[in-house]
Nanobody
């Protein structure tokens, strides 16, 4: 599975940004798609995930109610809509994929920088 992330940038606190991740390669419908992020000096952390088939979603507590993950199955693209951004959301965001029967995230896209200014 090849993943390519887009959409990072600089945004003011309280603003919004949408990230996109284009997936290609193997039958992506057999994979769970996710977003992770890594802030400077911190470990990479889970943000959100979604299944291609049923659209089941999961979120980290820190982003619940502010971020929304969605997918366009026809386009093979996963989105992360980020609202009410704050400085703690500043990080490099990565999209990732894992086979639906596995717990290991084996496929990673390049990161995209999100910077939230006060």
């Amino acid at each position: 599975v090849q993943l390519q992330a887009f959409g990072g940038g600089l945004v003011q606190a309280g603003g919004s940004l949408r990230l996109s991740c284009a997936a290609s390669g193997r039958t992506v419908s057999n994979y769970v798609m996710g977003w992770f992020r890594q802030a400077p000096g911190k470990e990479r952390e889970f943000v959100a995930s979604i299944t291609w088939s049923g659209g089941s979603t999961y979120y980290a507590d820190s982003v619940k109610g502010r971020f929304t993950i969605s997918r366009d199955s026809a386009e093979g693209t996963v989105y992360l809509q980020m609202n009410s951004l704050n400085r703690e959301d500043t990080a490099v965001y990565y999209c990732a994929a894992r086979y639906y029967l596995s717990s290991k995230w084996n496929y990673w896209g390049q990161g995209t920088q999100v910077t939230v200014s006060s």
